[in-house]
């Protein structure tokens, strides 16, 4: 019987309600995309974390709580980034003010990724994006 190659276990890791959190969010996703093998769009991808985990951090994240990150790589090659948090409110990409400091965050990673969109949890929500196999 020949068996078809299955992907790797999906990866996730926990990070508090600190700053901090952004850069180790990256850190993780860096390596898993380096063991994966997948170089090719790591910098779009990179960039797609700093901007969900900074969205948890500001906006779904409870003081005493925190955010988790999920990295699946499909059978197909896909990538999905997924970032749960226990927070409210729909995620929305909003055109912010020229003068803005923030508020681009969803349009980059709409631009950036393939797909992306809001499931629901009990509490709060996952916003995930995707990214077609190389």
């Known amino acids: 019987m020949i068996r078809e190659p299955q992907p ?8 508090r309600r600190d700053r901090r959190s952004v850069r180790l969010a990256r850190e993780f996703t860096r390596d898993a995309l380096t063991d994966w093998a997948l170089a090719e769009r790591s910098d779009a991808v990179l960039l797609c974390v700093s901007e969900l985990a900074t969205n948890a951090l500001l906006h779904g994240v409870p003081p005493g709580r925190g955010f988790r990150l999920r990295l699946v790589l499909e059978a197909d090659g896909a990538l999905r980034v997924e970032v749960h948090d226990s927070g409210g409110g729909d995620p929305l990409p909003t055109d912010g003010a020229p003068e803005a400091e923030y508020g681009r965050g969803l349009l980059l990673v709409a631009a950036l990724a393939d797909k992306w969109g809001v499931g629901r949890r009990d509490p709060g929500k996952i916003v995930w994006c995707e990214f077609a196999a190389p």
């Open 8 to 15: 790797p276990s999906p990866r996730e890791a926990f990070y």
